[in-house]
């Protein structure tokens, strides 16, 4: 689908669709609305009056409007949307509107169509502010339109790949036009349009490769992604094998790795955005997991197919800095990923082995199933060792996370207030929930081992904070927060702009969060 922005009257584009909208209860349509409601001779009053437009959030009513009946009118149809309550509407609300629409188009059998930016309450006409607006917030126009081309991209997205006979599958909108009414706004509408699609497509890898079967990608083919967007983005990409990576003493992370057939491979993405401030850098650490078995303490059967997901971290980090290497920002960002399977072979680790990890620090493996921890260690002491100043790390680590806050919020750790702060921030502001738990002495106890300075295993209790108590061991004084999404990658059934399957979850959090740190 290609997303464009056009200016002028909306009664005067050509297209199969025009969507408008109404807020909840709204008895006289505004704006954009209201300039087509008087071309069509007060019909969507009438609808409203008879009882079939509510204004209720995402409902939509189709109307026809053939070029015989309203020859002043060029829409072939008009569809309008309910936009929920004025009071609460949001971004949020923006993007879950704009995905049930692009959906709703899919089924109409349209291939073009024209949108305004919902919320914004611009009328048709220049100067004009569109009656009936209420008392609620505006949407910010570049903000609006932003959300719209994420709603809309991320709401249409499917992965149907290895479907080769679906004969009921509706064609994709081909092209998607945002209305911009009147030429003040314009650049702002361009602006946002342009962001959310680079947000978007970045967020879309991340679901491609969270979605994509573990035969499709081994750890080498996810090295390959990485230097693929590293290539096309002109930034910088390094993958250590093995031997290299031994070299470097990173045994906790080898010790997962030696369970598999196919070869670990360690990536490292660099885009230089303040290249004469080597300090000022972020380093986005993510688990790459391309398969996780449990390892010699096997998982049970039912739901392991899931485990195709455990390299979502890994795939939030390479994608984001395909977003990250088009905006810009002045900061340096690095990208890690310790990806390797976690697999039961006959060389595997078991569980009671001891494991010495980058930085020197022992580990005690008593559950090979907390493997992802073991990774992170090493991946985040090589971060170090290049003189991180901040690092992320995105992880799918922790059933109990789910436990913890659902699969709609992801847990957040972090010893830093003011970087965890600003993830949380960005979080907001792209609309992917995060929540700050607690990193308490108590807690952290429980990884307390009697024959190695670790245990991965926490025991009872608190699992999301005993595997983040452990990473924090390796990030030492060095700011760092740890999002934990194992319960927030991937969705059973569709939610708001999300599909069924892989999220994407936190790609646009990183990259918002490199650009409030670079901006
Ligand atoms: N990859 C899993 C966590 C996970 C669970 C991700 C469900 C997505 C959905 C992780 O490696 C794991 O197995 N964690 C264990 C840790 C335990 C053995 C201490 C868990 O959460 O059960
Ligand atoms: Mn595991
Ligand atoms: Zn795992």
């Given at each position: 689908?290609?997303?464009?922005?056009?200016?002028g009257d909306?009664?005067?584009?050509?297209?199969?669709?025009?969507?408008?909208?109404?807020?909840e209860?709204?008895?006289?349509p505004?704006?954009?609305t209201?300039a087509?409601d008087?071309?069509l001779?007060?019909?969507?009053?009438?609808?409203?009056?008879?009882?079939?437009?509510?204004?209720?959030?995402?409902?939509?009513?189709l109307?026809?409007t053939?070029?015989?009946?309203?020859?002043?009118?060029?829409p072939?149809?008009v569809?309008v949307?309910?936009?929920?309550?004025?009071?609460?509407f949001?971004?949020?609300?923006?993007?879950?509107?704009?995905?049930?629409v692009?959906?709703?188009?899919?089924?109409?059998?349209?291939?073009?169509a024209?949108?305004?930016?919902?919320g914004?309450?611009?009328?048709?006409?220049?100067?004009?502010?569109?009656?009936?607006?209420?008392?609620?917030?505006?949407?910010d126009?570049?903000?609006?339109?932003?959300a719209?081309?994420?709603?809309?991209?991320?709401?249409?997205?499917?992965?149907?790949?290895?479907?080769?006979?679906?004969?009921?599958?509706?064609?994709?909108?081909e092209?998607?036009a945002?209305?911009?009414?009147?030429?003040?706004?314009?650049?702002?509408?361009?602006?946002g349009?342009?962001?959310?699609?680079?947000?978007?497509?970045?967020?879309?890898?991340?679901?491609?490769?969270?979605?994509?079967?573990?035969?499709?990608?081994?750890?080498a083919d996810?090295?390959?992604?990485?230097?693929?967007v590293a290539?096309?983005?002109g930034?910088?990409?390094?993958?250590?094998?093995e031997?290299?990576?031994?070299?470097?003493?990173?045994?906790?992370?080898?010790?997962?790795?030696?369970?598999?057939?196919?070869?670990?491979k360690?990536?490292?993405?660099?885009y230089?955005g303040d290249p004469?401030?080597e300090?000022n850098?972020?380093?986005?650490?993510?688990?790459?997991?391309?398969?996780?078995?449990?390892?010699?303490?096997?998982?049970?059967?039912?739901g392991?197919?899931?485990?195709?997901?455990?390299?979502?971290?890994?795939?939030?980090?390479?994608?984001?800095?395909?977003?990250?290497?088009?905006?810009?920002p002045?900061?340096?960002?690095?990208?890690?990923c310790?990806?390797?399977?976690?697999?039961?072979?006959?060389?595997?680790?078991?569980?009671?082995?001891?494991?010495?990890?980058?930085?020197?620090?022992?580990?005690?493996?008593?559950?090979?199933?907390?493997?992802?921890?073991?990774?992170?260690?090493d991946?985040?002491?090589?971060?170090?060792?290049?003189?991180?100043?901040?690092?992320?790390?995105?992880?799918t680590l922790?059933?109990a996370?789910?436990?913890?806050?659902?699969?709609?919020?992801?847990?957040?750790?972090?010893?830093?207030?003011?970087?965890?702060?600003?993830?949380?921030?960005?979080?907001?502001?792209?609309?992917?929930?995060?929540?700050?738990?607690?990193?308490?002495?108590?807690?952290?106890?429980q990884?307390?081992?009697?024959?190695?300075?670790?245990?991965?295993t926490g025991?009872?209790?608190?699992?999301?904070t005993?595997?983040?108590?452990?990473?924090s061991?390796?990030?030492?004084?060095?700011?760092w927060?740890?999002?934990?999404?194992?319960?927030?990658?991937?969705?059973?059934?569709?939610?708001?702009?999300?599909?069924?399957?892989?999220?994407g979850?936190?790609?646009?959090s990183?990259?918002?969060?490199?650009?409030?740190?670079?901006g």
């Amino acid at each position: 689908m290609e997303i464009t922005v056009v200016q002028g009257d909306v009664t005067e584009i050509e297209t199969d669709v025009l969507v408008v909208n109404l807020f909840e209860g709204a008895t006289a349509p505004g704006g954009s609305t209201g300039a087509v409601d008087s071309a069509l001779f007060g019909l969507i009053t009438q609808l409203i009056s008879d009882g079939e437009i509510t204004g209720e959030e995402s409902e939509s009513v189709l109307i026809h409007t053939p070029n015989s009946a309203y020859p002043d009118f060029k829409p072939s149809r008009v569809l309008v949307v309910g936009l929920g309550p004025e009071e609460s509407f949001d971004l949020n609300g923006v993007r879950r509107v704009s995905a049930s629409v692009i959906r709703k188009l899919r089924l109409s059998g349209a291939r073009q169509a024209a949108t305004v930016v919902h919320g914004a309450n611009d009328a048709n006409s220049a100067g004009s502010d569109g009656a009936g607006s209420g008392g609620g917030r505006l949407i910010d126009p570049a903000a609006g339109a932003q959300a719209v081309a994420e709603g809309s991209l991320l709401g249409s997205y499917r992965f149907d790949k290895y479907k080769t006979v679906d004969s009921k599958r509706r064609p994709d909108i081909e092209g998607l036009a945002v209305i911009a009414p009147n030429s003040s706004k314009l650049g702002a509408i361009e602006a946002g349009v342009e962001k959310g699609i680079v947000y978007s497509l970045a967020e879309t890898l991340a679901r491609d490769l969270v979605n994509e079967p573990a035969n499709k990608l081994s750890p080498a083919d996810l090295a390959a992604v990485a230097e693929q967007v590293a290539r096309d983005s002109g930034i910088g990409c390094t993958v250590l094998e093995e031997a290299e990576v031994s070299e470097l003493g990173m045994g906790a992370y080898i010790g997962v790795a030696q369970g598999s057939d196919r070869p670990l491979k360690f990536i490292h993405m660099s885009y230089e955005g303040d290249p004469s401030n080597e300090g000022n850098n972020l380093w986005l650490v993510g688990k790459g997991i391309t398969f996780d078995s449990g390892g010699i303490s096997l998982k049970r059967g039912a739901g392991m197919g899931k485990m195709k997901g455990d390299m979502g971290g890994g795939a939030s980090v390479i994608a984001a800095m395909q977003a990250i290497s088009h905006l810009k920002p002045k900061l340096n960002v690095h990208a890690v990923c310790a990806a390797t399977d976690n697999m039961p072979g006959a060389s595997a680790q078991r569980p009671g082995d001891v494991v010495t990890a980058m930085n020197g620090m022992t580990i005690e493996v008593d559950n090979t199933d907390a493997e992802g921890r073991l990774t992170l260690a090493d991946a985040i002491g090589y971060a170090l060792s290049k003189g991180a100043a901040r690092v992320v790390d995105v992880a799918t680590l922790t059933g109990a996370a789910r436990v913890a806050l659902g699969d709609g919020v992801s847990p957040v750790f972090g010893n830093d207030d003011e970087l965890v702060g600003a993830v949380l921030e960005a979080s907001k502001s792209v609309g992917e929930s995060m929540w700050r738990l607690p990193l308490d002495p108590v807690t952290k106890r429980q990884n307390s081992s009697r024959i190695a300075d670790l245990k991965n295993t926490g025991g009872m209790g608190g699992g999301a904070t005993t595997a983040a108590h452990f990473i924090s061991d390796f990030a030492g004084d060095t700011p760092w927060v740890h999002i934990d999404v194992a319960a927030t990658s991937m969705l059973d059934r569709t939610r708001g702009w999300t599909p069924a399957g892989a999220t994407g979850v936190p790609t646009r959090s990183l990259i918002e969060l490199a650009m409030t740190l670079g901006g």
